[in-house]
């Protein structure tokens, strides 16, 4: 139950104070405030969440999925790319699409220098809480256009093999960055997937922060099939995803398919549903109940999760710490307070841009 508000009925009377100077009964009340504060917060970091384990998104019944299913979308300012579609979804929310349905979605050489360009962007923007990303068409990606990249990967430039190999694996870094970027953006990103996932679309889902699928969707770590393996990020990050190394190794080493149904019992994706609408409603619904929180607190998240994959406990710890000695100075945590005190929805709460 969650701790009164109410002070004159959860506190005892101050008459019996009577006998005490001014001073003493100003400070006995300032702190039972405090202490009425602090059950409230202690209450507030316990509670379960509103959503529950197993409840559906769709149903949620806020005003961020009706939002969410209003809102128009419209050209966001600053993204003009030949590759990708940028769109602000609705309030905080942007919508990146690969869109290049008629090559199924094929990365060009746009495409990998585009995504650095568009994240980089989103993640200056203060306005922007939240991505979803998802492809046009009838696939999320077919993976890299090897008509288009055939120049720079089989004839790199180089007057002999060490030049040659330098200005090759220059190349890779660039191209490594093309996903990294997307991991490295402080906004959640939500990648929801449709049809064929291949090759380097599975480089790409595996840097975003949450992944969803509709039921027609298909995995394939397809790089053995074309002579080389995944160099942009599959094999770092699959295996941390799913957390099944004999699993991995035998996606990358057969590039056969990854079926909906298996990849949302691997992990790889955390739910599944009946097509690319139903999907796609769901993704900018978890984004509009991201948005409604503090960008302090969602994004401190992502930066602490992120490292402490990749450090010890004992130094995840020690950099969380760091991190919130200076973040729990936010206004956030007294707005967040003030608004379950006034029982107020924390939707409705104003949080400045980040």
Known sequence: MMPSLNMAVSCRPLGFLS??????????????VSHRLRDLLTWRLTAPTHLGLNLC?????????NEASRAAPSEAPDHNYES?????????VLHVQLNRPEKRNAMNKAFWRE???????????????AVVISGEGKMFTAGIDLMDMASDLLQPEG??????????????????????????CPKPVIAAIHGGCIGGGVDLITA??????????????????????????????????????????????????MMADEALSSGLVSRMFP?????????????????????????????????????????????MASWNMGMLQTQDIVKSIQAAMEKKELKSVTFSKL
Not at 57 to 65: E, K, V, W
Request: hydrophobic residues 45%.
């Open 19 to 32: 006998g005490y100077s001014s001073t003493s009964v100003a400070m006995a009340a300032a702190m039972a």
């Open 57 to 65: 998104l769709r149903s949620m019944g806020s005003s961020a999925q």
């Open 84 to 92: 990708l579609r940028v769109t602000a979804a609705q309030r905080h």
């Open 115 to 129: 995504m650095v360009e568009c994240f980089n962007k989103i993640a200056q923007d203060a306005d922007c809480r």
């Open 159 to 184: 007057d002999d093999a060490a030049r040659i190999s330098w200005n090759l694996r220059g190349l890779i870094a660039r191209y490594q960055e093309t996903f990294s970027v997307i991991e490295k």
């Open 208 to 257: 975003c922060d949450i992944r969803y699928c509709a039921q027609d969707a298909f995995f394939q770590v397809k790089e053995v099939d074309v002579g080389l393996a995944a160099d942009v990020g599959t094999l770092q990050r699959l295996p941390r995803v799913i957390g099944n190394r004999s699993l991995v190794n035998e996606l990358a080493f057969t590039a056969r398919k």
């Open 275 to 319: 097509d690319k609408e139903a999907m796609l409603d769901a993704a900018f619904t978890l984004a509009a109940e991201i948005s409604t929180k503090s960008p302090v607190a969602v994004q401190g998240s992502k930066v602490n999760l992120l490292y402490s994959r990749d450090h010890s406990v004992a130094d995840g710890l020690n950099y």
